[in-house]
Nanobody, 126 residues
Framework: QVQLIESEGGLVQTGGSLRLSCVVSGRTFTPYVMGWFRQAPGKELEFVGAISGIGGRTYYTDSVKARFTISRDIAKNTVYLQMNSLKSEDTAVYFC???????????????????WGQGTQVTVSS
């Protein structure tokens, strides 16, 4: 049984940093694409970024570029989302997701992802 287990989020002040982790159990995530999404209150699920299984290519939505970084530790089967310079509009529930298809496309659409974490709340306050 595949599980994606996210670390606890938290409350961070504007301008602060937070790192989320996503441990994958039951299956190795290489060579598959891992993505991060978020959902703010009253809003739709939003793509944050993704990392490829081969080569570690990354892609981010414009609103988080230069502030967020996705990385991975293959030995630990873990993907990370490092969030810096946090803004109030980053407040959301964050989800990691795995695309088990062999396409290696860094998809921005949620239906492309097959397995999801439980979500973790990140709140940015001023």
């Amino acid at each position: 049984q595949v599980q994606l287990i996210e670390s606890e989020g938290g409350l961070v002040q504007t301008g602060g940093s937070l790192r989320l982790s996503c441990v994958v159990s039951g299956r190795t995530f290489t060579p598959y694409v891992m993505g991060w999404f978020r959902q703010a209150p009253g809003k739709e699920l939003e793509f944050v970024g993704a990392i490829s299984g081969i080569g570690g290519r990354t892609y981010y939505t414009d609103s988080v570029k230069a502030r967020f970084t996705i990385s991975r530790d293959i030995a630990k089967n873990t993907v990370y989302l490092q969030m810096n310079s946090l803004k109030s509009e980053d407040t959301a529930v964050y989800f990691c997701a795995a695309d088990w298809s062999p396409s290696a496309v860094l998809s921005q659409t949620a239906p492309s992802y097959d397995s999801w974490g439980q979500g973790t709340q990140v709140t940015v306050s001023s």
